[in-house]
Structures are given as structure tokens and as C-alpha cells.
């Protein structure tokens, strides 16, 4: 797909008129997405770096870095959301303490950096949110 308006370019390159021009550019602009979306699949990631006062976020292509924030922060706070409801994930170092949802549902990781709230496209457990949670103010304190 990505190399087919190469080729009907070269095969007519003598009568160029307005409707091979356009598909041409529909053609390059399809089969980039799709080798976006194939690299997505097959290398992508969502990358948050914490370091001292600061987060960085971007989605990770492999070849190439898309969407990157750079937040400065004066204090950060870890969330899980249940639906659209977000929790602190302090309050719950304890499985006791634990709202009614199970220890292993799948959440996005969230943060709280100052007023902004950054949250994750992808979900992984919360007990795992909670171990992050838990590393993140190990570094900060």
C-alpha cells in the first residue's frame, strides 16, 4: 500500500492531471496511517518518566516519539480510575482498605501534578498501579 503510488506515478508520470496528484496524496496519506498503526501494535507504548520534579510523557514508536508533554511539578499524587471515578492510591496500600472493586481489575494509571490530571490510555492492575505508586514516592521522598 505504502509503495503503490510510487509505482502508478512512475507508470504515468507523462499525463499528470489533477485526479492522479490527489490520489497520489490520498494514497501516501492512507498507507502512512497504516504503518502508524502497524508500528503501533507492534512496538508501542506509552512511556511516563518521573524524575525529580518533573514527568514526561510520549507514546513510543520505536522509530519515533509522538504526542511528548513535559510537565514541572511541585507535587504529584498517583490515581486509579474506577469508570470515571478517580482514587488516590495512598489511601489503599492495604487490600483492606480497598474500595469495592476487585485487587486485579484493570485500571489506567493516572496523576495528579499540581491541578492537571495525566491519565493512561492502556490498563494494567491496580494492585500494579499500586506498586508504582508506591516506587514514585520512595523517589520523591
Known sequence: MFFAPILVTIFIIKELSFGVIMSWLIGWLVSGYFIRLYLWNKYGEEVFII?????????????????????NYTKIDTLFFDGEKSFFTNKFKKKDNFPSTSHDQLSSIGFLVDDNVIRSQNKIPISEIIEIANCIMNLIN
Open 51 to 71: 524524575q525529580q520534579n518533573k514527568l514526561e510523557t510520549y507514546y513510543n514508536y520505536k522509530f519515533f516519539k509522538d504526542n511528548v508533554r513535559l510537565y
